[in-house]
C-alpha cells in the first residue's frame, strides 16, 4: 500500500460538536501515516479504533482520495460527491480514488433517499474542499516563508505568484496535515464561473467495474465459511408461524440449519417479517430445503383484504368530505353541474422491483456484527441490527457495496436485520438473498389510493375553485400502526403545495387503514398526485378549449414566489427552507413554455397525440411530454420530452440519465404497475405478471436541463411524476379514451 497522508484530526466529540449530529455532518482532519485511514476503515480487524473520518486525504504518491458517504444504485452519487470536493480543492480529477463511507454518525445523515444527496451535501462539500485547498496554500507558504496571498493552488499544486515555485499536493500533505483546520468562514469558495468539475459530465466512476462484472454488489462478498439463507415468511401480513414440520426440509442435500425467526411486535418499521430461515452451504439448497418445509400460518387481521374491493371503498370515500388540510378562500356555495368538472383517479399498489433483490451478508461473533449490506441507509442499518442483536451501534460494522438498483426498498434495513438476527443463532457468516418472488410478495409497497378532484368554471372559462381529496394507507403506518389517514408529510407531495393562482382552493385528506407494509418509493406520494393533477388539468383544458399547456399557465398565474402563508397549513418543502428554495412559479412557466417549443417542433400526426404535465417534487421542476400513436387499442410510444430545472447541476451527463430513467420508471409503473391482495396475500410475484419496459417499447427520450443558478435540488425522483398524466394526456389527444384508473395494460396493448 503507498504511503499516505490522511487529512483527518478530528475527535469524534469535536466533529458532532461542528456538524451536529444529524446536520450533513462532514470532517476534516490530518495525521502522518503510512496507510490510508480511510481504507483501512474498510479492512481493520474489527474491534480496533476505527479511524474514520473522512472526505479528503492525501497520498504521497500524490493521489486524492475522497470519501463518498453515499450509497451508489446508479445514480451516479459516488461521482457526484467526489467532484464537488475536487472541484475546490482544485484536484486533479485523474488522481481522485474514490471510497466508500462505512456507516457512521460522524458523516450526519447517510441516508440516500429522498433526492437530498447532493442537495444537502453541496454547501458542505464545497467547504471540505476549500477547507483542504486553504491548508495546502498555508504549507507551501511556510515553507516558502513568503506570505499566504503569494501562493495560490491550481491544478493538483500549489504555486507561488512571484516565482515559478511549485509544490505538488503530494509534497505539501504531511506538512498541511500539521496546521490546524480554518474556520469554515474565513474560507473563500468559488465563484460558478470558476468551476472546474461541478457542472463537467463525467462517466460515473465505477463504470468499468460494471461492465467487466468486478463491481462487488450485496451477494457478491465471500467471508470465510459463509453459509446461505433463504426465508419462508408469513403470505399474509400480520400472521405468524403456528407450526413447523422441517423433517423433510434437514434432509436436502446441503441443508445445514432451520431457524425460526422471531414474530414482529407492534407497528412493523424495519423489524423481520418473521418465518422460518432455511441455511445451507449453497442457495439451491437453501431453496429447496423452503420448499421442503410444512408450515401453518396464524390467522391474521388482513386474511380477508383484496385490493379491488378495497380501492372501490377508497373510491367512494373521496366523493364525502375528509380532514382540511389546506383552504385557501371560501368554497362556492353550490356547484352548478354545467360549470363544474370533476373526476375521481386511482393508482394500485406498486413494488420497488429493483434489478437486484434484497442481498446482504452479516458475520456476528463476539465482538460484534459486520455487515456488507446493499443498504442506501447504512446507519438505520447499524441501529436496527444493534437493537436486534442487543449490542451498541460501534459494534455493528455496515460495508456499503454498490446497489442493483434501490428506488427506496432499500432504505429498509429489515433485511440487514433478518441476517444478523440468523448469524446469531448459527455462528456463522450468513448471505440472505431475497428471491424476486420475496421481494413481490414481502416487500414494502407504494400505497394503494384514490383521489377526487372538482373544479367550478366561469362563464368566460376561468377556474373559480377547486376542491380536492386523496386518500391512501400512510406510510406513517409502518412506524404507529394507529395511523389511518394521510399524513402532512405526505400531503406537503404534490397535493397541498401545488401553487393555484385561484381564489378558492381546498385540500381534504381521508381516512384508508393500512392493511400491509406501506413505503416510500421513487418519487413517493408524488406518484398518484402527481397522476391526479396533471389529468385533471387536462381534463380543465378540454372543457375550456385549450392547450393543457395554456391551462397550466392560467391555473399558475404570474410568476411570483408562492409560500402558502394562512392557508391553513405548514409547508414541510422536503425539508428545505422557503426562502432558499422557493416554490417558484416563474421556473414552471419556463418549462411550460420550453416544452410547448419542443412540441412545435414535431407535430402530432394521424392517430397521433401529445400529452404533457408538470410537477415540482424535491424542489426541483420536471415537465414531461410524450407522443402516442393509437390504433384502436393498440399503444405506440412515439416520442418522449423531458426537462428538468433542478438549480445548479454538478454532472449534467448523470442528470440527464436520471430523467430518462425516471420517464422509463414512471411508463412502467403507468402501462403496467399493479400489485393486487387476494384473501390477504399477494398475487404477483415476478417480471412476468409485474413486468416493466422493455426496450422495443420504450420510445425515444429527449431531455434537457434548464440552465439555473438556483441552489441545487433533487434530481433522482421529480422526473417520474408528470410520466403518467403525460401518458393518459396523450392517449386522449391521439383520439382515445380518457383513463383515470392505472395501469393501462388494462386497457390497451403495447
Avoid at 412493523?268 to 439448497?285: C, H, I, K, R, Y
Avoid at 441476517?419 to 421481494?439: C, F, G, H, M, T
Avoid at 384502436?632 to 420530452?641: E, F, N, P, R, S
Amino acid at each position: 500500500m503507498s504511503k499516505f497522508t490522511a487529512i483527518e484530526n478530528f475527535s469524534r466529540r469535536d466533529v458532532l460538536k461542528l456538524f451536529g449530529a444529524s446536520g450533513g455532518a462532514l470532517m476534516l482532519g490530518a495525521s502522518g501515516l503510512g496507510w490510508s485511514p480511510m481504507l483501512a476503515a474498510q479492512t481493520a480487524a474489527f474491534g480496533e479504533e476505527q479511524r474514520l473520518n473522512l472526505f479528503i486525504a492525501i497520498g504521497e504518491d500524490n493521489r486524492v482520495y475522497l470519501t463518498c458517504h453515499r450509497s451508489e444504485m446508479g445514480q451516479g452519487i459516488r461521482t457526484g460527491i467526489p467532484q464537488i470536493l475536487a472541484d475546490e480543492l482544485e484536484a486533479d480529477w485523474d488522481k481522485v480514488v474514490v471510497v466508500q463511507g462505512l456507516a457512521d454518525k460522524r458523516y450526519g445523515s447517510q441516508n440516500t433517499d429522498g433526492s437530498r444527496s447532493i442537495r444537502k451535501g453541496f454547501d458542505k462539500m464545497r467547504e471540505m474542499g476549500a477547507m483542504a485547498r486553504h491548508m495546502l496554500e498555508q504549507a507551501a507558504a511556510e515553507r516558502w516563508q513568503v506570505p499566504l496571498s503569494e501562493v495560490y493552488a491550481k491544478a493538483h499544486a500549489v504555486h507561488h505568484k512571484g516565482s515559478n515555485k511549485r509544490l505538488s499536493y503530494g509534497e505539501l500533505a504531511m506538512a498541511a496535515a500539521r496546521l490546524p483546520l480554518p474556520d469554515a468562514n474565513t474560507l473563500t469558495l468559488k465563484t460558478p464561473d470558476q468551476f472546474t468539475q461541478i457542472g463537467k459530465g463525467h462517466t460515473i466512476v465505477d463504470m468499468d467495474d460494471m461492465l467487466g462484472g468486478r463491481a462487488i454488489y450485496g451477494a457478491d462478498n465471500r467471508p470465510e465459511g459463509l453459509v446461505y439463507a433463504v426465508i419462508a415468511r408469513p403470505p399474509v401480513f400480520g400472521s405468524a408461524l403456528e407450526s413447523m414440520d422441517d423433517s423433510a426440509a434437514r434432509k436436502v442435500a446441503g441443508v445445514l440449519d432451520i431457524v425460526p425467526l422471531p414474530v414482529p411486535k407492534g407497528a412493523p418499521a424495519f423489524q423481520p417479517l418473521g418465518g422460518v430461515a432455511v441455511v445451507a452451504s449453497n442457495t439451491w439448497s437453501a431453496l429447496e430445503g423452503r420448499k421442503a418445509l410444512k408450515l401453518s400460518w396464524s390467522k391474521s387481521a388482513n386474511d380477508s383484504h383484496n385490493s379491488k374491493t378495497y380501492l372501490d371503498t377508497l373510491k367512494q370515500r373521496v366523493q364525502e368530505p375528509g380532514k382540511v388540510a389546506r383552504e385557501l378562500g371560501s368554497q362556492p356555495a353550490s356547484w352548478p353541474e354545467a360549470r363544474t368538472v370533476s373526476a375521481t383517479y386511482t393508482v394500485p399498489y406498486l413494488a420497488h422491483a429493483p434489478m437486484e433483490p434484497p442481498a446482504v451478508i452479516a458475520s456476528v461473533d463476539k465482538n460484534g456484527c459486520e455487515l456488507w449490506a446493499s443498504s442506501q441507509t447504512p446507519q438505520s442499518t447499524q441501529q436496527n441490527v444493534a437493537g436486534m442483536l442487543g449490542i451498541d451501534e460501534d459494534k455493528v460494522k455496515v460495508n456499503v457495496t454498490l446497489l442493483g438498483g434501490g428506488f427506496g426498498r432499500k432504505s429498509k434495513p429489515d433485511f440487514s436485520v433478518e441476517a444478523a438476527y440468523i448469524s446469531s443463532k448459527i455462528n456463522k457468516p450468513v448471505l440472505v438473498q431475497w428471491s424476486r418472488e420475496d421481494e413481490i410478495r414481502n416487500g414494502y409497497l407504494h400505497a394503494v389510493s384514490a383521489q377526487y378532484y372538482q373544479a367550478c368554471i366561469d362563464d368566460k372559462g376561468k377556474v373559480q375553485a377547486i376542491l380536492s381529496r386523496t386518500a391512501f394507507p400512510s406510510i406513517g403506518s409502518t412506524f404507529d400502526a394507529a395511523v389511518d389517514t394521510p399524513q402532512p408529510f405526505e400531503l406537503d407531495l404534490g397535493f397541498t403545495d401545488i401553487p393555484w393562482d385561484i381564489g378558492a382552493v381546498r385540500c381534504e385528506a381521508v381516512k384508508a387503514e393500512t392493511h400491509t407494509r406501506i413505503g416510500w418509493l421513487r418519487s413517493v406520494s408524488n406518484i398518484q398526485h402527481g397522476f391526479g393533477v396533471g389529468s385533471f388539468v387536462d381534463e380543465l383544458a378540454i372543457a375550456n378549449g385549450k392547450p393543457c399547456t395554456a391551462q397550466w399557465k392560467e391555473l399558475l398565474g404570474k410568476a411570483r414566489i408562492e409560500n402558502f402563508a394562512n392557508q391553513g397549513f405548514e409547508y414541510g418543502n422536503y425539508g428545505e427552507e422557503l426562502s432558499r428554495h422557493p416554490v417558484d412559479v416563474g421556473r414552471y412557466l419556463k418549462l411550460i413554455d420550453r416544452a410547448e417549443a419542443l412540441m412545435a417542433q414535431k407535430p402530432a400526426g394521424k392517430n397521433e397525440g401529445w400529452g404533457f404535465a408538470i410537477h415540482r417534487s424535491f424542489v426541483a421542476y420536471a415537465a414531461v411530454a410524450i407522443k402516442v400513436h393509437l390504433e384502436g387499442d393498440k399503444l405506440t410510444l412515439v416520442d418522449a420530452i423531458a426537462l428538468m430545472d433542478a438549480g445548479t447541476v454538478v454532472n449534467p451527463d448523470r442528470v440527464a440519465a436520471q430523467m430518462e430513467g425516471a420517464v422509463m420508471f414512471g411508463l412502467s409503473l403507468a402501462l403496467f404497475g399493479e400489485i393486487d391482495f387476494d384473501k390477504g396475500a399477494v398475487t404477483q410475484s415476478n417480471f412476468h405478471d409485474y413486468p416493466l419496459l422493455r426496450l422495443p417499447q420504450c420510445p425515444p427520450i429527449s431531455t434537457e436541463i434548464i440552465a439555473s443558478s438556483a441552489v441545487p435540488g433533487g434530481v433522482g425522483e421529480p422526473g417520474v411524476p408528470p410520466v403518467a398524466p403525460a401518458l393518459t394526456n396523450a392517449i386522449v389527444a391521439a383520439g382515445g379514451e380518457r383513463y383515470r384508473e392505472l395501469p393501462l395494460a388494462k386497457h390497451l396493448k403495447l
